[in-house]
């Protein structure tokens, strides 16, 4: 839904220059919670924008030279913030091309207003929690976007105003809901492997991604034939000990259930060797010593950790969730369609690890997300959800988009994102089999090279 946004309050900013003689500087916002009612309190929302540091013998004052170009980078999710600039790769290649970077902690995770269980718990009782959540998805990051523009631009000439956009993942699923709502504060867009669906419901897409992290899990055993019997002993250790007996640093509890997720690193580059690491690790550690070192146990414990995002626990389902109906833990009522996942298996195939899927029976295995377990079987009940996308404004869109869309992609559909761009008037893709999610990261010159070659280059 479309509601008036007025600037955010600027409250405070602060520059740095880091290495890569990049200047960075840390801006605090102060936001309405709550869009549909503005007057009833705000949040704080962090960001950090980044432009070349540049020490010239006659320094250049101008306005043209300081109101560069501004991009605002969609972090992936949901619920993780973004870190320094200089230490992500895209920055010097944005830089380069002569805009000013701007990294958005996304209202609830990072620095801005972060959601933890001890702040959740802060809101009032779980019913008010529930509701206080409801306020974290993309229609509200999007209007945090546009409270944020209109501050940061207020001094610019009209045509200067408007700023590009770069989403990641979920982030790419901000970026339609920014097109669909507030199209007139965009310059372009660009998408990474965040084409989502603009119709399909949890099931939907759910039933399509463990399909791809079956055929993940085989690339994964095909690779590493000899996992097959390692993750075997593992699982038969986890089993004999109690199943849920261990307990991880972190003080959650090491089931099966909670090993079997560390096939969320299956949809990103070099995916498949770092879950061999750790099954390798383990196994050698049962073989050697007859139980799991602390060693073992930190890297299943980091490597699989949802206690520091209980946004991206307690809100990813819902994220595809539009007008009635609850996502009612989607991916677990789903499972049950596919037996090669299943733990107690009799035929002596291999075990299949999971992917980027979230089950009520984390709220039980990880420390932190015990203390909202209520309150996230609460949100998963909720039935009324407002819309994300606007299917009619896409089709007449005129912001320029162009996106990466990966044919391997174990969390994205591809073939529901190619629908969506054809559905999205304007739309340019650059579709590829030999990239995987975080490409924007680990194959980041490759990608962003195609993105802008489809913004700069004829297309015949």
């Known amino acids: 839904m479309k509601l008036n946004i007025a600037p955010a309050k600027i409250v405070s900013q602060q520059s740095h220059i880091v290495y890569g003689k990049i200047k960075v500087t840390e801006h605090f916002f102060d936001v309405p919670k709550d869009y549909s009612k503005p007057d009833a309190g705000t949040i704080r929302v962090f960001a950090r924008s980044a432009r070349k540091h540049e020490s010239p013998i006659v320094p250049d004052t101008s306005k043209d030279k300081q109101q560069l170009p501004l991009m605002c980078y969609l972090q992936g999710g949901p619920g993780f913030g973004c870190g320094p600039p200089q230490h992500n790769p895209l920055t010097q290649t944005i830089l380069d091309k002569g805009y000013e970077l701007l990294y958005l902690d996304q209202r609830g995770t990072g620095l801005s207003t972060p959601i933890t269980a001890s702040t959740l718990q802060m809101r009032g009782d779980n019913a008010v929690q529930t509701r206080y959540l409801k306020l974290y998805r993309a229609d509200n990051i999007v209007r945090d976007c546009e409270a944020i523009r209109k501050a940061l631009t207020a001094d610019y000439p009209e045509e200067k105003q408007k700023w590009s956009i770069a989403g990641q993942s979920f982030g790419g699923f901000c970026s ?24 399909a419901d949890a099931d ?18 095909a690779k590493y034939p000899e996992d097959v019997e390692r ?52 196994a050698t550690d049962i073989d050697a010593f007859g139980h799991l070192t602390r060693t073992s146990l930190s890297t299943i414990d ?6 520091d995002a209980l946004i991206y626990a307690i809100l990813h389902e819902p994220i595809y969730c539009q007008g009635e109906g609850p996502a009612n833990w989607s991916a677990h009522r789903i499972i049950s369609d ?15 690890f999971t992917g980027e899927m979230i089950y009520p ?13 209520d309150v996230a079987n609460r949100v998963a009940a909720e039935t009324d959800w407002p819309k994300l996308y606007d299917v009619e404004q896409l089709a007449r869109n005129e912001v320029p988009v162009y996106a990466a869309a990966y044919v391997e992609d174990m969390y994205v559909d591809f073939e529901l994102s190619m629908e969506t761009a054809r559905r999205v008037k304007g739309c340019k893709v650059f579709a590829t089999n030999v990239l995987f999610h975080n490409a924007v990261r680990s194959r980041m010159d490759e990608v962003v090279k195609q993105l802008f070659a489809l913004r700069d280059d004829v297309v015949e």
Do not use: C, W
């Open 176 to 199: 339609l809901t920014y097109l669909s709502f507030y199209p007139e504060g965009l310059r372009e867009s660009f998408i990474f492997g965040g084409l989502a669906s603009l119709t």
């Open 231 to 282: 993750v075997k002993k593992i699982m038969n250790y986890l089993q004999r000990f109690g199943d849920g007996k261990i307990k991880l640093p972190s003080e959650g509890s090491l089931t099966r259930r909670r090993f079997q997720q560390l096939g969320i690193a299956f949809g990103g580059h070099g995916g498949l060797d770092s879950v061999h690491d750790i099954v390798l690790r383990a």
């Open 361 to 373: 029976h984390m709220f039980e295995d990880y420390s932190e997300l015990r203390q909202v377990e």
């Open 338 to 352: 596919f037996p090669a996942f299943d733990l107690d298996k009799k035929d002596g195939a291999p075990i299949y």
């Open 302 to 307: 980091y490597a699989a950790s949802f206690d």
């Open 204 to 221: 939907e897409v759910y039933r399509r991604t463990y399909k791809r992290t079956v055929e993940r899990n085989q690339a994964y055993y």
